[in-house]
């Protein structure tokens, strides 16, 4: 453990491959029906998309996070630039590029559930080439990789067969579910789907922790390390070749799901380059998802360290976790 801790510190870096957005957020009692027109309550705008989500949250789970992502040159360049910046994001390798930022329109009910439509629009400029190059920049200071499908699936698939030619730990969140080539499942570590992404990949509904083992035996089955399944309210499932280990969530009443399962992915990535042991990781992450949905927005519900660790050492204490 000691030799595992040390070799973490020389490269307590995770390398984030995924999208960047401006989030357009509106906040209402309820959604409306195809073609109704409601008053909501609340409208915010601020730095969003799973890739600069889980970039944040590396860096403020106390990891160096080096983000490969594009932007655009418009209005919304700057507040992308200074949001990761103000975060301890490092962006050396976010590539500014002619044209729109990407956006996401998210709507939000009083119950903290949202419906988002994403439009690329900068992302789409991602390369191969971009990636190779963080990649060879990068050598010997990163750990993990964190890459989502937010981006088109051959780059992230690019960046994690590199990754893992390159020896790093590869955790892929399958977000949104797409379809992925079979060999691919190979090369990921932990791929951590939330159960409507793992009942689309997989055909098997997810609704409970046993349907959740039978969805994770199919991550197993096609060569995935491992899989760690969130469950929402059921806390996460982790499948791997020994056994399943349940992880039960921690109660708390959501006020806006947005960015919930990107807190849990980097702390997670964080926390594994930081040397822990996978089941600390997973509480530890299952414990930033908790304080990011009693939170609005994305990456403004992102929670700091400090708060994690409080978090965990209170249910430590209640004899929760």
């Not at 903290?112 to 990068?138: C, H, R, T, W, Y």
């Not at 594994?272 to 403004?300: E, F, K, N, Q, Y």
Request: with cysteine.
């Amino acid at each position: 453990m000691t030799q595992e801790h040390t070799e973490a510190g020389t490269r307590a870096g995770v390398m984030i491959v995924g999208s960047v957005t401006a989030d357009l957020t509106t906040f209402s009692h309820r959604l409306p029906a195809r073609g109704e027109t409601i008053h909501g309550d609340a409208f915010t705008l601020v730095l969003g998309g799973k890739g600069a989500n889980q970039a944040v949250a590396v860096g403020l789970a106390g990891a160096d996070a080096h983000f490969v992502s594009c932007v655009g040159s418009d209005l919304f360049h700057d507040m992308v630039v200074e949001s990761l910046t103000d975060a301890g994001v490092h962006i050396e390798h976010l590539r500014t590029v002619e044209g729109p930022t990407g956006i996401a329109h998210i709507r939000v009910d009083d119950s903290g559930e949202n419906d988002i439509v994403m439009v690329p629009l900068a992302n789409s400029a991602l390369s191969v080439e971009q990636i190779d190059k963080a990649f060879d920049a990068l050598e010997g200071r990163c750990s993990v990789l964190l890459t989502q499908l937010e981006i088109p699936a051959e780059l992230s698939s690019h960046a994690v067969r590199t990754a893992r030619s390159r020896g790093l730990t590869v955790v892929l969140d399958p977000a949104p579910a797409l379809p992925l080539e079979e060999s691919l499942w190979q090369h990921i570590d932990i791929v951590t789907p939330n159960e409507t992404e793992a009942g689309i990949l997989t055909g098997i509904p997810v609704n409970d922790v046993a349907s959740a083992a039978e969805a994770g035996a199919w991550f197993l089955a096609r060569g995935a390390g491992s899989a760690l399944i969130t469950l929402a309210g059921a806390g996460a499932l982790l499948v791997t070749p020994e056994g399943n280990t349940h992880f039960p969530a921690i109660p708390v009443t959501p006020v806006d799901t947005t960015a919930a399962g990107d807190s849990f992915a980097g702390y997670l990535g964080a926390s594994l380059a930081l040397g822990m042991p996978l089941p600390d990781a997973i509480r530890r992450a299952g414990a930033a998802g908790a304080i990011t949905v009693t939170r609005r927005g994305a990456s403004p519900s992102l929670p700091h360290r400090g708060e994690v660790d409080a978090l965990l050492a209170t249910m430590t204490t209640e004899g929760i976790s």
